[in-house]
């Protein structure tokens, strides 16, 4: 059977979807463009490939405006200049930075802001200026820089490598070699010598060692003797002390006899000189000597 077409209700959907568009129309004329929008500057000394106009901005992954506008600095051709239109309201601060990503591996670019602490002041707008948000390298630019750097000091190092290696350097190199092969040979040599001398010293130890346990048992010996001789040395000096006094009492005794001689020969002699003639002819008794009958000791 032929299906038969309602030409009403055809003609009804028509009527409606186009009444919905035009209140849609009307909807996104009235309230659709009331969001406001603040602006903002961002200059960027990297690379902005990727990024284009009506990027996304976002502010710790919540999307809050797009780029406006992209261009050179017009104040400085090293620098690329951003407009941002940021939705108003949002905390931008003086220490906020935007900072230059992508989104995977698909080469598109965002711009993404962080910072902002707490209690940092707001980014204000002035009638004349519009404010800038600072900028930071991004991580690819990071990369690329420590790229280059490492390059550079790469090349650097190669060509110090290069000139070190020269046949200049070489031949140098092979007679330092040579030269230590000749100090190690010398030196195990003069090992061999310094561990016969060790050797030789560990002999003297023994040997210095051996002596004066000798020395040791010379001096207990001579310590001995000396308090042997202390101890016989007493009895000496005691003999000899009784000696000695035994000697000066004879000695004394012998001074008293030649004391008394003296006297008689001086009682003589006055007697000789008093009368001269006595000494031929007059004859005396002697006197009695010590020791005899008679003698008076007065």
């Not at 009235?30 to 990024?51: H, I, N, P, R, T």
């Not at 001995?224 to 009895?235: R, T, V, W």
């Amino acid at each position: 059977m032929e299906s038969k077409i309602n030409y009403t209700l055809v003609g009804l959907f028509v009527v409606l979807l186009s009444a919905g568009l035009i209140i849609f129309a009307y909807w996104l004329g009235k309230y659709g463009g009331q969001q406001e929008y603040d602006d903002y500057y961002v200059y960027m000394s990297e690379s902005v490939a990727g990024l284009s106009n009506d990027a996304s901005v976002k502010y710790r992954g919540v999307e809050v405006g797009t780029v406006a506008h992209i261009g050179l600095n017009p104040n400085n051709s090293e620098q690329v200049e951003l407009l941002l239109k940021i939705k108003h309201k949002t905390p931008i601060k003086t220490d906020t930075t935007a900072t230059l990503k992508l989104y995977g591996l698909t080469g598109l670019a965002y711009l993404e802001l962080a910072g902002g602490k707490r209690d940092s002041p707001l980014l204000t707008h002035t009638t004349d200026e519009i404010p800038v948000i600072p900028s930071k390298p991004s991580i690819f630019a990071l990369i690329d820089e420590s790229m280059s750097d490492i390059a550079g000091k790469s090349a650097l190092a190669l060509d110090k490598f290069v000139r070190l290696l020269s046949d200049k350097n070489l031949q140098y190199i092979e007679a330092t070699l040579l030269q230590t092969n000749l100090l190690v040979k010398d030196l195990n040599g003069q090992l061999q010598g310094f561990h016969n001398l060790v050797n030789n010293g560990i002999v003297m130890e023994k040997r210095v060692t051996r002596a004066f346990e000798k020395v040791e048992v010379a001096s207990t010996r001579v310590t001995n003797m000396a308090d042997s001789l202390e101890k016989n040395y007493a009895n000496v000096g005691h003999n000899m002390r009784l000696d000695v006094q035994q000697s000066l009492e004879s000695f004394n005794r012998l001074l008293y006899q030649l004391n008394n001689l003296t006297e008689d020969m001086q009682r003589t002699v006055q007697s000789i000189e008093a009368s001269p003639s006595d000494l031929i002819f007059k004859r005396s008794q002697p006197k009695p000597g010590p020791g005899e009958d008679g003698y008076n000791e007065k």
